[in-house]
């Protein structure tokens, strides 16, 4: 029962991790849009703080993708190192 319990950890942290993955691909991509359309607006003669404004917290979304990636990975080896040391404390 144990390792089935084990696999079903696995199978979830598994999960978590390539969704915060895909979060990464999904947030650059929508962030690398938004940046470009505002250099775009930029060159054309746009307002310069409102393009500079939207760039920067664009790069921002990238930058807490990614921190919410690092914390699930975190989390993920905490959960199965806790899970491993509860499987071999109940042998």
């Known amino acids: 029962m144990g390792n089935e319990y084990n ?3 696995d199978q979830a942290t598994s999960i978590a991790i390539q969704d915060a993955a895909d979060n990464i691909r999904n947030v650059t991509d ?6 470009g359309v505002a250099l ?3 060159l054309e003669g746009g307002d310069k703080v409102k393009c500079m404004a939207t760039i920067a917290e664009a790069n921002k ?3 807490n993708a990614i921190q919410n990636y ?3 990975i975190r989390l993920s080896i905490e959960c199965r190192n806790s899970n491993a040391e509860s499987s071999q404390s109940s042998k």
Do not use: G, H, Q, R
């Not at 929508?30 to 940046?35: F, K, L, P, V, Y």
């Open 30 to 35: 929508i962030s690398n849009t938004a940046s």
């Open 7 to 9: 696999n079903y950890i």
């Open 61 to 63: 979304l990238i930058k």
């Open 40 to 42: 775009s607006k930029l």
């Open 70 to 72: 690092e914390k699930i």
